[in-house]
């Protein structure tokens, strides 16, 4: 069997406002074209993520380790059309993102703690996945919303997503109730600019970014989620000064 060998993409963030946001898409809008996906301007990504006994997903990304990884059940509009298992590696400021198909089924199953299918499955992503839930304890954590606007530039290879409204969902873990109350973790006015490319930057991309944004890479939506809710997992005994 021949091995996919990865790929890994570039990723940079930055923090920015609302009237940033605005005149950046009146400057690219000749370039960049909306993904096909983003009927009516957006969709609403939410993603379950699911941390170890020793929160190490979280822990790791706080104290900086280069090399790390997390994984993540996402879904898009809350609908159960499209589930994916995703496992997200990080190497600095590089990505590399696998995927595996869940049904509505398998989905509800992981969640209640029935991991057994998951080592029958075709997808060795889904089989590694039982590997860290059954011997890491690994389990749900914390639910990301956010709105998100993707653009995209020279057939894919370079993406701009504009995510606003990022919230941390609570009450439950069922990712597909729409009607979850949230927690908004970022300051008022202020959306998360991520821009995305394989091998390199174009010039005509670069003059884009606003000079004057926040890079926003010692932060990502799951830690603001995580710490957001982590009161409701009993975490906050750890934090207390």
Known sequence: MSTKKEQYR????YLISYPEKELLVKRFQELLSLDRHASGGGYT???L???DHWN???EEKEAGILMRKK???RIYNFSDRSIKLERKKKFGSHIYKEAAPLTREETEKIIAGDYDFLLKSEYSLCREFYY???SNVMRPRVIVDYERE???FDLGTVRLTFDADVRAAV???DIFDPNLPSLPVLEPGKLVLEVKYTEFLPQVIKEIIPTQADEFVAVSKYVLCYEKTRYLNGFEYWYET
């Not at 570039?10 to 963030?13: A, R, Y």
């Open 10 to 13: 570039h990723e940079m963030k």
């Open 71 to 73: 994984y993540r059940i």
């Open 171 to 173: 009450g439950s873990f």
């Open 132 to 134: 860290e839930c059954v």
């Open 56 to 58: 190490r997903a979280y």
């Open 45 to 47: 990504i939410r993603s």
């Open 49 to 51: 993520y699911f941390d």
């Open 150 to 152: 993707p653009w995209i």
